[in-house]
């Protein structure tokens, strides 16, 4: 069955950068896009954008543009999305999930990302 | 970018009944539209698609309707686990958005 299993918790200072991971299985890695959405505590959800895992080609909501960098690792069937310069606003539950039909189909647990000083 | 509004954004109804959420485009995207299920503490589930399709699974008391800029999700019957947050999302254009949800709460 399809699965999306992501990295753990991170916590981050202000103007650092963090990188989380979404490890695929059960399904052909590189025949569906991945999107990546994110939620704030209490809040709704955001898309961030999408990427192709077989040519690593990426689109990114115009929000997050300069700032996030999806990118994939086929030997390992892994999608990454990092995101830099982080403020507090940036605290947020992220969500990897592959696409079914040009929007999420299956989503990932979540990582749980706090920006504080 | 297309805009999405949801209402109500809450309200509270009682197992049985029949409930209406509607969502609003700020243009026009078909019927490239799509309703998600959350719970507290889980990732969204995905409910329907191109606007009344209903996805695998789904139990059939939920239903959508609309195209256009004017969609509808409803619940023919609520069930005790049908209280969640409901988020509809566009996909007519590649930066996908979504509403800003619609929590069903118990009376």
């Known amino acids: 069955q399809v699965q999306l299993v992501q990295s753990g918790a991170e916590v981050k200072k202000p103007g650092a950068s963090v990188k989380v991971s979404c490890k695929a299985s059960?399904?052909?890695?590189?025949?569906?896009?991945m999107h990546w959405v994110r939620q704030a505590p209490g809040q709704g959800l955001e898309w961030m954008g999408i990427?192709?895992?077989?040519?690593?080609?990426?689109s990114y909501a115009q929000k997050f543009q300069g700032r996030v960098t999806m990118t994939r690792d086929t030997s390992t069937s892994t999608v990454y999305m990092e995101l830099s310069s982080l403020r507090s606003e940036d605290t947020a539950v992220y969500y990897c999930?592959?696409?079914?039909?040009?929007?999420?189909?299956?989503w990932g647990q979540g990582t749980m990302v706090t920006v504080s000083s | 970018a297309i805009r999405m509004t949801q209402s109500p954004s809450s309200f509270s109804a009682s197992t049985g009944d029949r409930v209406t959420i509607t969502c609003r485009a700020s243009?026009?995207?078909?019927?490239?539209l799509a309703w998600y299920q959350q719970k507290p503490g889980k990732a969204p589930k995905l409910l329907i698609y191109?606007?009344?399709t209903l996805q695998s699974g789904v139990p059939s008391r939920f239903s959508g309707s609309g195209s256009g800029t004017d969609f509808t999700l409803t619940i023919s019957c609520l069930q005790s686990e049908d209280f969640a947050t409901y988020y509809c999302?566009?996909?007519?254009?590649?930066?996908?958005?979504f509403g800003q949800g619609t929590k069903v709460e118990i009376k």
């Open positions: 999930a592959r696409d079914t039909g040009r929007l999420p189909g299956t």
């Open positions: 059960g399904y052909t890695f590189t025949s569906y896009y």
């Open positions: 990427i192709n895992p077989s040519g690593g080609s990426t």
């Open positions: 243009q026009g995207i078909s019927s490239y």
């Open positions: 191109a606007a009344s």
């Open positions: 999302q566009q996909y007519y254009s590649y930066s996908r958005t």
